[in-house]
């Protein structure tokens, strides 16, 4: 609690809290109460296709439920000052990754913007593996409504056909996401983000139901992308919140709420101190219902060995 009696938010708080008064607890505040799971994926650090290979071949890979790519904006033209995720250029480097990878482990592509740049990459990759993607469980983690190299009317069209594409046959690899962590990252509180990832989803609603696409099914394993922060019972109270408003408007469809740490992206200086961080934040995602948990590798970023990364 701050010093001003609110969080970070804006949101007052009180100093101690009690059950009387609540309504009663509606089964969709963590999502389906069945089979409710979360897993750790590992978030792979900047740097080439090459350079990033030991985090595949490592105790860590084993010690994660997934794996998360995420993609330079030079991969898809946009330059940078420095790297901000895995420089994948061409189809050598997405093989360089990919060998190493768990098949039997979920793969989340975090392509944002640049998403249906990077997406034919990856389908010609699978093509010359003879791997089906529509069978790889995953997601691409970029919607067309936020931030990219394409204009929004134009990255719409080119996922609604990415979409239609595969139409005819059921996929466990999700091409439908909801990215409003951009936001969150500028400076957006957890509220703003929040809602924003509402309207999106509103908006992927429409335009799904516009071209005649399973709106239900599509949404219903969509990964809806959320920053974790250190302010603990707002982060798990607004991901309650959120999850509440969008049963209530489509009766029932649970969206997929995959967490993302918020930590400092330069190099720490209290890294012992940031583990802990991260650990909070995690624990927040978790009692928010949060399905897959995108954490970074710890051992390479900071010098630690990989026992103690893992534990």
């Known amino acids: 609690m701050s010093e001003s009696g609110t969080s970070r938010g804006g949101f007052p708080l009180q100093g101690v809290y009690r059950p009387g008064g609540e309504l009663p607890l509606s089964p969709w505040r963590r999502g389906p109460l069945e089979g409710l799971s979360w897993e750790a994926s590992l978030l792979l650090p900047p740097g080439t296709a090459r350079e990033i290979r030991p985090f595949l071949e ?40 990919l ?8 793969l989340y592509v975090a392509a944002f913007g640049g998403t249906p740049l990077v997406y034919p990459l990856l389908k010609a990759w699978g093509k010359k593996q003879g791997v089906d993607l529509q069978g790889w469980r995953g997601a691409f983690l970029g919607d067309p409504f936020g ?24 996929s466990s690899f999700s091409l439908v996401s909801v990215t409003p962590l951009s936001l969150r990252r500028e400076g957006a509180t957890a509220a703003f983000e929040g809602a924003m990832a509402l ?3 509103r908006r992927w ?3 799904l139901q516009e071209r005649g696409l399973p709106f ?15 302010d ?4 798990v109270a607004r991901l309650r919140a959120l999850r509440a408003l969008w049963a209530k408007e489509t009766g029932g469809t649970f969206p997929l709420f995959h967490g993302w740490t918020l930590l400092p992206e330069a190099e720490p200086l209290e890294p012992e101190n940031d583990a802990i961080r991260a650990a909070l934040e995690i624990m927040a995602g978790v009692l928010g219902g949060v399905k897959v948990i995108h954490g970074g590798p710890v051992g390479g970023s900071w010098g630690f060995p990989p026992s103690v990364a893992r534990r």
Not at 60 to 67: D, E, K, S
Not at 149 to 163: D, G, K, R
Not at 232 to 235: G, T
């Open 58 to 97: 490592g105790p860590l890979l084993g010690a994660a439920g997934a794996v998360t790519v995420p993609v330079d904006p030079a991969s898809w033209g946009e330059g940078s000052e420095r790297p901000q995720g895995v420089l994948v250029e061409d189809l050598e480097d997405w093989e360089a990754i």
């Open 99 to 106: 060998e190493g990878a768990a098949r039997e482990k979920p």
């Open 216 to 230: 239900e099914a599509l949404l219903g394993q969509a990964p809806v992308l959320l920053g974790l922060g250190m």
């Open 147 to 170: 931030q990219g190299p394409l204009p929004s009317s134009l990255a719409l069209e080119l996922f609604l056909e990415m979409l239609e594409e595969g139409r005819e046959q059921p």
């Open 199 to 201: 309207q999106r989803m």
């Open 232 to 235: 603990f019972f707002e982060e």
């Open 205 to 207: 609603r429409k335009a």
